[in-house]
């Protein structure tokens, strides 16, 4: 089948009831049928569900629905897409351990890099993606993982995958960690090209309509393997619910990700045209710097669109202040069109430097588009620019 067919028919095994759709597993452990088979399941001898901390039903499900969209050998669920970055991390590292990481990430996975690991011993360096040859500088004997976010959080850069898999042809040892958020495993499959495991935060696109948290990590089987012991003992456990309503989301992410992709490249295309604006980034857009690599990699653009008004922070307020149908979150990924000022929310916690060098300034606004009709996001977006002069 293909991955639209198989989203929408992968589910667990129908009981004796005989239901349509799958039901809630809301347990919080499970039985044994005698005192034998809960010692060979504790003992990894045979397959089963223990507890709902460890695994579920309705997490398996949603599980393997990500595993097919990104042709990954097993994954994890998470309670939010946070805890599968850390879990990616702290999972599979160590004190000593040294990360290299190209400079345009989220805002809190930033903390965690230069904040929280530090603590426990575990470094990071910073490269750029417009510097990509600064990568293999940044390696140390003593680097265990490349993280990276393509397109990145909020500036939309891109790093061509197929070269990140060649450099790590002479450093096998190292793990090649992706955030694949913004682009989502419909139009972008990072494991296809070597890479070794990739996150999501389930939050967004994949549930959709801004209903529950939720995060995944997929990839090989060895490292998935490694991170569950991580997560056994630490408990950053997806409920069922949140997977029940994830999984029954992803059966519609192509035809969500269409409508929000065809619908950003309009908002781009007229945002590109206005006089109130200094620039614009959309990685489907003629104009972006790595137009050519996002065509090969994704195969469309995206739901985001960043753009720098002119007239900096105050000119960003007013515009914000003066949408009207798109509102005003720090969350995206929605089916409502939703604004955002990078540099007062989600990214506050950088310092303006740093803000500067992952290309956020004060007159930077990203917009998740919705599935609104086009005409009334576009109007919206045109009648705030002349309203915020």
């Not at 399941?41 to 997490?59: H, K």
């Not at 989502?184 to 296809?192: D, E, R, V, W």
């Amino acid at each position: 089948m293909k991955e639209e067919s198989k989203l929408i028919r992968t589910q667990t095994p129908r009981s004796s009831n005989r239901e349509h759709s799958t039901p809630l597993y809301l347990t919080s452990s499970f039985i044994f049928d005698d005192a034998e088979q809960g010692r060979a399941i504790f003992a990894d001898e045979q397959q089963g569900n223990i507890y709902s901390r460890y695994s579920n039903p309705n997490t398996t499900e949603f599980i393997d629905k990500v595993c097919e969209l990104e042709g990954a050998e097993a994954g994890l669920a998470f309670s939010s897409g946070m805890a599968g970055v850390f879990a990616s991390f702290a999972g599979l590292l160590k004190a000593g351990d040294h990360i290299v990481s190209f400079r345009s990430i989220f805002g809190s996975t930033h903390q965690l890099l230069t904040t929280l690991f530090p603590r426990w011993g575990i470094t990071s360096t910073y490269v750029d993606a417009a510097n990509p040859d600064d990568l293999e500088k940044a390696i140390q004997p003593n680097t265990k993982m490349i993280f990276l976010e393509t397109p990145s959080n909020p500036g939309l850069e891109l790093v061509d995958l197929a070269w990140l898999c060649k450099i790590k042809e002479k450093h096998p040892h190292i793990i090649i960690n992706v955030d694949n958020c913004f682009a989502t495993p419909y139009l972008q499959k990072p494991i296809a090209y070597g890479v070794d495991i990739v996150s999501h935060s389930a939050t967004k696109y994949m549930d959709g309509q801004g209903r529950v948290l939720g995060g995944v990590v997929v990839g090989r089987a060895d490292l998935i393997k490694e991170m569950m012991f991580f997560i056994r003992h630490t408990g950053p456990a997806m409920s069922a619910f949140n997977a029940w309503l994830l999984s029954k989301s992803l059966e519609t992410l192509p035809l969500r990700m269409d409508r929000h992709c065809s619908n950003a490249l309009a908002v781009a295309k007229a945002l590109e045209k206005s006089a109130e604006v200094e620039v614009v980034r959309y990685p489907h857009l003629p104009s972006h710097p790595q137009y050519e690599l996002a065509k090969k990699q994704m195969k469309q653009g995206g739901g985001i669109v960043t753009f720098v008004i002119k007239g900096g922070f105050e000119r960003a307020k007013r515009f914000l202040d003066a949408l009207e149908m798109i509102l005003i979150s720090s969350n995206l990924g929605d089916s409502r069109s939703i604004g955002t000022h990078p540099s007062s929310t989600t990214h506050s916690k950088l310092s303006e430097q740093e803000r500067l060098q992952i290309g956020i300034f004060p007159g930077s606004i990203r917009l998740s588009i919705g599935l609104e009709n086009v005409e009334d996001i576009l109007a919206d977006v045109k009648n705030a620019l002349e309203k915020s002069k």
